[in-house]
Nanobody
Framework: QVRLVESGGGLVQAGGSLRLSCAFS????????IGWFRQAPGKERESVAA????????YYADSVKGRFTISRDNAKNTVYLQMNSLKPEDTAVYYC????????????????WGQGTQVTVSS
């Protein structure tokens, strides 16, 4: 059974940092691209960042470029999202997901999803 579990969310002041983790189990982790998505109340789920199965390629949404960094540790079956210089508009539930593609951006390319972790940035 494939399972993705996010952790690391919380409440932080604007300008602060958080590191999200996504623990993956149930399939060969190194065969899947991993993406981070977020969904704020009343808004559609949007892509934040993605990393290829080897870790050699990454994608970032324009809104987070230069502030967020995605990385993966295939030995630990874990993907991280380091979030710096957080802004109130980053407040959302953050989800990680797995795709069999080399790297993917759209939600439709992701087969497996975690339950999400709340990130709240206060002004």
């Amino acid at each position: 059974q494939v399972r993705l579990v996010e952790s690391g969310g919380g409440l932080v002041q604007a300008g602060g940092s958080l590191r999200l983790s996504c623990a993956f189990s149930g399939l060969t982790f190194s065969g899947y691209a991993i993406g981070w998505f977020r969904q704020a109340p009343g808004k559609e789920r949007e892509s934040v960042a993605a990393i290829s199965y080897s870790g050699s390629s990454t994608y970032y949404a324009d809104s987070v470029k230069g502030r967020f960094t995605i990385s993966r540790d295939n030995a630990k079956n874990t993907v991280y999202l380091q979030m710096n210089s957080l802004k109130p508009e980053d407040t959302a539930v953050y989800y990680c997901a797995a795709s069999p593609d080399r790297i993917a951006v759209t939600t439709t390319r992701y087969n497996y999803w975690g339950q999400g972790t709340q990130v709240t940035v206060s002004s």
